[in-house]
């Protein structure tokens, strides 16, 4: 028992309490070169790490520069587009805009087929007048040629 306890003056080790902080000291004595070893490995990483960082950020810097030029050069032809695109929202809006398939549907369907018809009444049509041609008559020695 410890007869200064009660009074409130620290207590003073003893010799074997002394020998544990002495052996606890030397031990992380001896941890510290390998504490500082990877502290300096971690702060080599750190650095390089924020060597990255600038390069992508000087990156990202011009990326953002071209863009914006890009965007510069582009921003006046599109506004001048704007209304035009405005009308041809217009008209595609219009609810007969909704029935041209339908009607180049049906006109397909219905002219294609006379068209066809036509085509072969002509292919006929050449083919009677080619017949029906007579070939060019030869004048006669006492007759002039007209050209007939």
């Not at 924020?50 to 914006?68: D, G, K, N, W």
């Amino acid at each position: 028992m410890d007869p200064f306890r009660g009074l409130g003056l620290p207590r003073i080790p003893g010799f074997g309490e002394l020998i544990t902080l002495l052996q606890t000291q030397t031990e992380a004595l001896a941890q510290l070169p390998r504490t500082l070893s990877d502290l300096n490995g971690t702060v080599r990483q750190l650095t390089e790490a924020v060597s990255s960082a600038r390069e992508t950020i000087a990156s990202a810097q011009r990326m953002a520069e071209r863009l914006e030029t890009l965007v510069e050069e582009l921003e006046e032809p599109v506004r001048a587009l704007k209304p035009g695109l405005e009308r041809v929202g217009r008209v595609l809006d219009d609810p007969a805009v909704d029935t041209v398939p339908d009607t180049l549907r049906r006109i397909h369907d219905d002219l294609m087929p006379l068209i066809s018809g036509l085509r072969q009444a002509q292919t006929r049509m050449g083919t009677v007048t080619g017949l029906l041609r007579r070939p060019p008559r030869k004048p006669r020695d006492d007759e002039e040629d007209d050209g007939y």
